[in-house]
């Protein structure tokens, strides 16, 4: 599977931007995805996951509230809406896919990940 990160860019404090992520196959229907991020000179970290129906979430407590997941598997897309962006929201996001839909956390239980959208947030 391959996956397509886009809709990244420099976005003032405060801000919103909507992520997509979307999969070449089909398949993409029945995995869970999750959202990572990385900014510079830090580990990646857990932002969000959705559970292959779209019925289950998870967030980061750093995001909760602030973030939503959601998917179109008509489109086999994932998306990642975010507002009231903060600066120590910079950072480039990653999107994953996990074939066996355990629905985790952990970055280690995702099989494909795209390229990776960077999100800039200017004080």
């Known amino acids: 599977v391959q996956l397509q990160a886009s809709g990244g860019g420099l976005v003032q404090d405060g801000g919103s931007l909507r992520l997509s992520c979307s999969a070449s196959e089909r398949t993409f229907s029945t995995y869970a995805m999750g959202w990572f991020r990385q900014a510079p000179g830090k580990e990646r970290e857990f932002v969000a996951t959705i559970n292959w129906s779209g019925r289950n979430t998870l967030y980061a407590d750093s995001v909760k509230g602030r973030f939503t997941v959601s998917r179109d598997n008509a489109k086999n897309t994932v998306y990642l809406q975010m507002k009231r962006l903060k600066p120590e929201d910079t950072a480039v996001y990653y999107c994953?896919?996990?074939?066996?839909?355990?629905?985790?956390?952990?970055?280690?239980?995702?099989?494909?990940w795209g390229q990776g959208t960077l999100v800039t947030v200017s004080s």
């Open positions: 994953a896919a996990d074939r066996r839909s355990l629905y985790s956390t952990s970055y280690e239980t995702y099989d494909y």
